[in-house]
C-alpha cells in the first residue's frame, strides 16, 4: 500500500471514528436526559401544617409586622416537635403588584422561609393559594366577576407566567427538599376544564424543571369526592395527589361566621348520629336545610365514615402509583375540645393506617395551636395529639 492510499484509508478511519464518538455522545446525554426526568425524588413527606395567614389571606400585616410573624424560632419548633415539612401558602397579591411587577418583600420572605426549612430539617411545598383570576370562595358579584381563569386563555397563560418567574427564583432548592402546588382548590364548572388547565400548567413546568415535584389537586375545593375525576399526566412519578377534608363541617366549622353551618348553635356529637332530633327542631329553616342536604340526623359519622370517604382517593393514588396528601384539615379553634380531639385521633387514625401525608390547617391562626402574640401554645394536647401520629424518619 502506498503512502497516498494509506494517508487516504487513515482519513476515512479517523472520520468513522469521530462519528461513532459523537453518536456515543448523543446516544449518553439522551439516556441521561430520560433517566433524570424519571427518576424518583426522595421528596418523602408525612406530617406537617399550613403557615398559612403570612404570605396568603393577609390583607394587613406588611413591612416588620409580616417580617415578625414567621421567624427562625417557628421552624426550629416544627422541626423539634416532629413535623417533618410545611406548606406555605402564597397569594399572587403579596408578591406583585396589578401591572405585575414583584413586591421584593414577599420574595425575600419565601426565600427566607425555604432557607430555614433546610436549616431545620423541613421540606417545603410552595402553594400558589390565590390568584386574581380564581378566588375558590368567590361569594359576591365582584369576586366572581374576577374569576376568569377557566374561560380566558390570557388568564391561564399569566397563571404560567407567575410560575415562571416563581421557578426561575426557587429553582435552586433541591428537588428532594421543595416542591411546587401550582393552584390551591380550582372551582371550575367542568372537571373537564381543570384537567385541560393541569395539562397545561404541567407541560410548562415540565419544560422549565423536569424532575420537581409537583403537588395537584382536584376540582372543585380539592375534593375527595371529586379526585376520581382528575386526569394526571401519565408517566411522571414526580407527582403528588392532594385532596382537603374538613367533614363534617357541622363539627370543625362550628360557629365559623363565614360559612352557613356555623349559624348552628344546638348541640353536636361526634362518633354518631350529629345532631338530635331536638336540636334539629329548634334550628332556623336556613340551618335546617344545611343539615338536611348533608344528612346530619340521619347518617353515623365515625371513624368507618372517614374510611369511606378517603376510597376514591385511595383508588386514585394506587392508579397512578402516586403518593397521597392531605393539604388540608383541622377544627376551628372554639369548636368543643374533646370533640376535636376525638375527630383528629379518628383522622390520624385513617391517615396512618392508609400511608396519608398531611398539613393541618394550620399552625398559628383560628385553625391553630400556636399562639405568636403570647409566644406559647394555645392548644398543647392538640399538639401531643398530633404527634402521636406515625412520623417520618428523617
Keep these: 500500500?502506498?503512502?497516498?492510499?494509506?494517508?487516504?484509508?487513515?482519513?476515512?478511519?479517523?472520520t468513522l471514528v469521530a462519528v461513532i464518538a459523537t453518536t456515543l455522545l448523543a446516544l449518553t446525554a439522551c439516556g441521561t436526559k430520560t433517566e433524570t426526568a424519571n427518576e424518583v425524588n426522595n421528596f418523602r413527606i408525612k406530617r406537617g401544617t399550613n403557615l398559612s395567614h403570612w404570605l396568603s389571606q393577609n390583607n394587613e400585616d406588611r413591612g416588620e409586622a409580616r417580617r415578625q410573624h414567621i421567624q427562625e424560632d417557628d421552624f426550629a419548633r416544627l422541626d423539634s416537635l416532629g413535623f417533618d415539612f410545611v406548606r406555605i401558602p402564597i397569594d399572587e397579591v403579596q408578591f406583585w403588584?396589578?401591572?405585575g411587577n414583584k413586591l421584593p418583600e414577599a420574595w425575600d420572605l419565601l426565600t427566607?422561609?425555604?432557607?430555614?426549612c433546610n436549616k431545620h430539617h423541613l421540606r417545603a411545598i410552595v402553594d400558589l393559594?390565590?390568584?386574581?383570576?380564581?378566588y375558590f370562595n368567590a361569594v359576591n358579584e365582584e369576586d366572581q366577576a374576577a374569576n376568569t381563569l377557566f374561560t380566558s386563555e390570557k388568564s391561564q397563560q399569566d397563571l404560567i407566567n407567575l410560575w415562571y418567574q416563581l421557578s426561575d427564583a426557587l429553582k435552586g432548592y433541591?428537588?428532594?427538599s421543595v416542591a411546587y402546588e401550582f393552584m390551591n382548590e380550582p372551582v371550575a364548572e367542568d372537571h373537564e376544564q381543570w384537567n385541560q388547565l393541569v395539562a397545561k400548567v404541567h407541560k410548562a413546568l415540565r419544560e422549565r424543571e423536569p424532575q420537581r415535584t409537583l403537588v395537584i389537586g382536584s376540582n372543585l375545593w380539592q375534593?375527595?369526592?371529586?379526585i376520581k375525576y382528575l386526569k394526571v399526566p401519565e408517566g411522571d412519578k414526580n407527582i403528588v395527589l392532594s385532596f382537603h377534608y374538613y367533614n363534617p363541617m357541622i363539627l370543625t366549622h362550628y360557629g365559623a361566621w363565614w360559612t352557613p353551618i356555623g349559624k348552628y348553635t344546638g348541640k353536636v356529637n361526634y362518633p354518631g348520629i350529629l345532631v338530635s332530633k331536638e336540636d334539629y327542631e329548634a334550628a332556623s329553616d336556613t340551618v335546617k336545610a344545611v343539615i338536611d342536604e348533608n344528612h346530619f340526623t340521619t347518617e353515623v359519622w365515625d371513624i368507618d365514615h372517614i374510611r369511606a370517604d378517603f376510597k376514591d382517593a385511595i383508588e386514585a393514588a394506587k392508579k397512578y402509583d402516586l403518593?397521597?396528601?392531605?393539604?388540608?384539615?383541622?377544627?376551628?379553634?372554639?369548636?368543643?375540645?374533646e370533640l376535636a380531639y376525638k375527630w383528629t385521633k379518628d383522622m390520624l387514625a385513617v391517615f396512618d393506617e392508609l400511608n396519608i401525608a398531611w398539613t393541618t390547617w394550620c399552625y398559628d391562626a383560628d385553625f391553630g395551636f400556636w399562639d405568636q402574640k403570647k409566644h406559647d401554645f394555645k392548644d398543647k394536647p392538640l399538639v401531643d395529639l398530633l404527634m402521636s401520629s406515625k412520623g417520618l424518619e428523617k
Excluded at 393559594?129 to 380564581?134: A, F, L, Q
Excluded at 375534593?223 to 371529586?226: C, Q
Excluded at 403518593?323 to 375540645?337: A, I, K, N, S, T
Design 97 to 99: 403588584d396589578e401591572d
Design 129 to 134: 393559594h390565590i390568584i386574581r383570576s380564581h
Design 174 to 176: 433541591s428537588n428532594d
Design 1 to 14: 500500500m502506498n503512502y497516498r492510499n494509506q494517508k487516504r484509508n487513515m482519513k476515512k478511519l479517523m
Design 323 to 337: 403518593q397521597l396528601f392531605c393539604g388540608e384539615w383541622g377544627v376551628y379553634e372554639p369548636v368543643d375540645r
Design 112 to 116: 427566607f422561609a425555604l432557607d430555614q
Design 223 to 226: 375534593s375527595y369526592g371529586t
